[in-house]
């Protein structure tokens, strides 16, 4: 089955600087990558998610980029802000997220005022 | 409209007593998932269903863990004889179904955090 590895566990950045998280899989039938985020005591929420044919994706402030060869993707974050602080969790679907979602074991960024 | 319901919102159950966990999907969605999320973890996969049928049964734990969907809507997990181990957060998840060819993402509910002593 799937597998998932997300890194690093913990980071921690100065307000305004951009942030990097990185995650490799290792089913290559994989084709759905979202992102969730997950504030204290709060439901996972998409911030934004990506499929295999596609290279980068932007929204905003926040960017995926997947490089399918290698099998790994990342979320960038520029300009953090303090609001960004939470547990980010990238995951993998080999069914278009229809089927589950095999996560990887979180984030926890912390933005330094 | 409403999201994803979960009830109840905390259960604390005596090692061995069964408990069942309920989720109500975002209307009209017909993919349903149940998660767990242990303390401090990521979530791990238990089931989906589409409509009233489960494709993948892969991530139960164990044979003290069912699930049923009845309707195309509301969802039951069951835990049998539960386990101290059994402790968590179960978390319920619903889609549209837009095909394995599409972006389907899964709206989470709140949880339902379950102690076992």
């Known amino acids: 089955g799937e597998n998932v590895e997300q890194h690093p566990s913990t980071l921690s950045v100065q307000e305004g600087d951009s942030a990097v998280i990185k995650c490799t899989y290792s089913?290559?039938?994989?084709?759905?990558f979202p992102w969730y985020k997950q504030e204290l005591g709060k439901r996972p929420q998409l911030i934004i998610d990506?499929?295999?044919?596609?290279g980068e994706k932007k929204d905003q402030r926040i960017a995926v980029t997947l490089n399918k060869t290698a099998k790994h993707f990342s979320l960038h974050i520029t300009e953090t802000q303090p609001e960004d602080s939470a547990v980010y969790f990238c995951?993998?679907?080999?069914?278009?997220?229809?089927?589950?979602?095999?996560f990887g074991k979180g984030t926890h960024l912390i933005i330094q005022p | 409209g409403a999201g994803v319901s979960q009830s109840p919102s905390n259960k604390v159950t005596e090692k061995g007593k069964d408990v069942e966990l309920r989720c109500d999907p975002i209307?009209?969605?017909?993919?349903l998932y149940w998660y767990r999320q242990s303390l401090g973890q990521g979530l791990e996969f238990l089931i989906y269903?589409?409509?009233?049928?489960?494709?993948?049964k892969s991530g139960l734990p164990s044979d003290r863990f069912s699930a049923e969907r009845t309707g195309g809507s509301v969802s039951t997990l069951t835990i049998q004889r539960t386990q101290q181990e059994d402790s968590a957060v179960y978390l319920c998840?619903?889609?549209?179904?837009?095909?394995?060819?599409?972006?389907?993402?899964?709206?989470f509910g709140p949880g339902t955090r379950l102690t076992v002593l």
């Open positions: 269903f589409q409509g009233n049928s489960a494709p993948d």
């Open positions: 209307s009209g969605h017909t993919a």
């Open positions: 998840a619903s889609s549209l179904d837009r095909g394995l060819l599409s972006y389907n993402e899964q709206f």
């Open positions: 995951a993998a679907s080999a069914g278009g997220g229809a089927d589950g979602l095999t």
């Open positions: 089913d290559s039938a994989s084709n759905y």
């Open positions: 990506i499929r295999s044919n596609v």
